[in-house]
Nanobody
Framework: VQLVESGGGLVQPGGSLRLSCAAS????????MSWYRQAPGKERELVAR????????NYADSVKGRFTISRDNVKTTVYLQMNSLKLEDTAVYYC?????????WGQGTQVTVSS
């Protein structure tokens, strides 16, 4: 099983980034896919979750209206489009795949929002 995140980097406040998580080694379409983040000194928190392609999403209140999660079951990839980035969005962002009895994590990608 592999979850490989990419797309992180340094961006100014108000900017945008698109994270990708390429999945392999499991039946991608059967899993709930999520993005979490962990800032220094803070606990890991859920950012966004997508149940299935084309529907069933949840967002943390802090990112609603700014972030969009999507998935492509053919490419076995989940995306996180992040717009209007704020300083407080700075964190390591992790991809997660979950189904009953299974829980997989990626290695994380750093997102730094700074002027």
């Amino acid at each position: 099983v592999q979850l490989v995140e990419s797309g992180g980097g340094l961006v100014q406040p108000g900017g945008s980034l698109r994270l990708s998580c390429a999945a392999s080694g499991f039946t991608f379409s059967s899993y709930v896919m999520s993005w979490y983040r962990q800032a220094p000194g803070k606990e890991r928190e859920l950012v966004a979750r997508i149940i299935s392609e084309g529907g069933g999403t949840n967002y943390a209140d802090s990112v609603k209206g700014r972030f969009t999660i999507s998935r492509d079951n053919v490419k076995t990839t989940v995306y996180l489009q992040m717009n209007s980035l704020k300083l407080e969005d700075t964190a390591v962002y992790y991809c997660n795949a979950w189904r009953i009895g299974r829980n997989y994590w990626g290695q994380g990608t750093q997102v730094t929002v700074s002027s």
